[in-house]
């Protein structure tokens, strides 16, 4: 599966928002599975959308037919777009599905690592932070996704209340961290919060 990351910045909330309705025709797309997104809680005007898609040539073969034309009426409603491809490597709370209609909360951690120790990152993930993820109050799934052209990973999870997230707390971050070695495995870490807009889920 492939995970698509798009990151923008709105200028045009009213336009922005009548060109995301436009996307609604994907489920006509072979191999599309879902999409949904929202608004950055961390930076004013800043919208993240992941996409998710059967495999690379099923997207590749969107984005040679469909894409330009359903985007084009969004075309001026934003700037600084940035585009980011994974593929999935296993998920974060067992059953992981491309759904966001139950989830209001979305959080996104953006993740380089020193080549020689991706691997370990990745074991690490598994071992010690997925459980931790998984047993957190709220935490309805998530996934974990690899970069094809960069020793980066994805990991993005899904929460039904932002109370509940807020269990997951900085003091108990910061013990999984030692155990799972996070500061020589990474090289640099960048993540967001993110409130779902229903209205853009697909």
């Known amino acids: 599966m492939l995970v698509k990351w798009t990151r923008c910045t709105v200028i045009d909330r009213s336009g922005f928002h009548r060109g995301q309705q436009e996307w609604a025709v994907l489920p006509r797309e072979p191999g599309f599975r879902g999409q ?34 359903i985007a084009a009426g969004q075309r001026d409603s934003y700037r600084d777009p940035e585009v980011r491809l994974f593929e999935y490597r296993f998920d974060v709370k067992m059953g992981f599905e491309p759904r966001f209609t139950d989830a209001d909360l979305l959080r996104v951690a953006y993740c ?19 459980p931790a993820m998984a047993g957190s109050p709220g935490m309805l799934r998530g996934v974990f996704a690899e970069a094809a052209d960069e020793h980066a990973f994805l ?13 997951y707390r900085a003091d108990r971050v910061e013990r999984l961290g030692v155990r799972a070695q996070t500061g020589d495995d990474i090289a640099s870490l960048t993540g967001d919060v993110i409130d779902v807009e229903p209205s853009w889920t697909v």
């Open 36 to 69: 949904g997104g929202g608004w950055s809680r961390r930076e004013p005007g800043l919208v993240h959308m992941f996409t998710f898609w059967e495999s690379r040539s099923s997207y590749d073969s969107f984005m040679v037919d469909a894409h330009d034309r």
């Open 112 to 130: 380089t690592v020193h080549e020689d120790r991706a691997e370990h990152f990745a074991l690490m993930q598994e071992r010690v932070w997925n």
């Open 155 to 167: 990991v993005l999870s899904m929460w039904n209340s932002s109370a509940e997230r807020a269990k």
